[in-house]
Structure formats: C-alpha cells, structure tokens
C-alpha cells in the first residue's frame, strides 16, 4: 500500500484507530526485528526464548501514553506472561542494558509530554515500519 492509499484509509478512520493500527505494526516490528535467522528471539523482561510469532510486543510505558506508544525504545519482544503479569523489574534491567542506565527514567519522562499525532505522520511511520517487517520477513525465510 503507497502513502496516498494509506492516507486515504486514515482519513475514513478515527485518530485513535489509526493509532492503534500503527502500533499494532511497530509491535510486529520489535519482535521480528529481534528474531534470530530462524525466528526466535528472547523475552526483555524474563530472557524466555520463543518464536516471534508467540510473543508480544510489549510496551514499558503504557499503551496510554500517546507520546510514547509508537517509542521505539518503549516496545519491545516480550513474552505473553511477562506482558501480562507486567514484569517491569525485568523490562527496567533489560533497558539500562540495551540504552543506558536509569534508561526507564528517560522513557517516562517523554511518556509526560503531550503528543498530538496526525494522520500524515502516522502513515509515515506506518509506511516505514512495514518496509523493515518486509525486509525481517525476507532475512528469516518467510
Ligand atoms: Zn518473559
């Protein structure tokens, strides 16, 4: 889909749906991005290995904080118990090691700010992360 189609959909949906939509995209993204050649890759929170397909892409701020839940440095492969039980102590460790110490902080603080998405940005992103899930789908053979 080019940027004038997607755009066209956007503007039939509402803000929060196209949202929404994006974030599914970025969260297929962090687990595939994080796949080994044969699809696999570890849980951020608890280091559980399964197939990108069977975990999440978690969030550590919230869903609800618009200005971070299409953070890249937010979401990332998680399994679905740590998701769902909300293993932040895991998730906190995982990210003072892949970014910087007292990394969680930074995200938190961004989480504050107030972002006012709007369509054009969104397809954007939208456009950019499918681009790479097509290129992960072609590294590991799918
Ligand atoms: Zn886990």
Not at 11 to 22: D, H, P, R, Y
Not at 29 to 38: F, H, M, N, P, T
């Amino acid at each position: 889909m080019n940027g004038e189609t997607m755009l066209k959909r956007f503007k039939s949906w509402s803000l929060s749906k196209c949202i929404e939509k994006t974030a599914q995209d970025l969260q297929l993204l962090v687990r595939i991005e994080s796949a080994d050649a044969k699809g696999f890759a570890s849980c951020c929170s608890c280091g559980r290995r399964d197939h990108y397909k069977k975990l999440n892409g978690g969030h550590y701020v919230s869903r609800g904080f618009k200005a971070t839940i299409l953070d890249r440095q937010n979401v990332h492969a998680q399994c679905v118990r740590c998701n769902v039980i909300d293993n932040l102590p895991g998730y906190t460790a995982f990210l003072d090691v892949e970014y910087e110490k007292g990394f969680s902080m930074e995200l938190m603080e961004r989480a504050r700010s107030i972002k006012q998405w709007t369509r054009e940005e969104l397809v954007e992103l939208r456009i950019q992360f499918r681009k790479e899930i097509k290129e992960h789908r072609k590294r590991i053979g799918e």
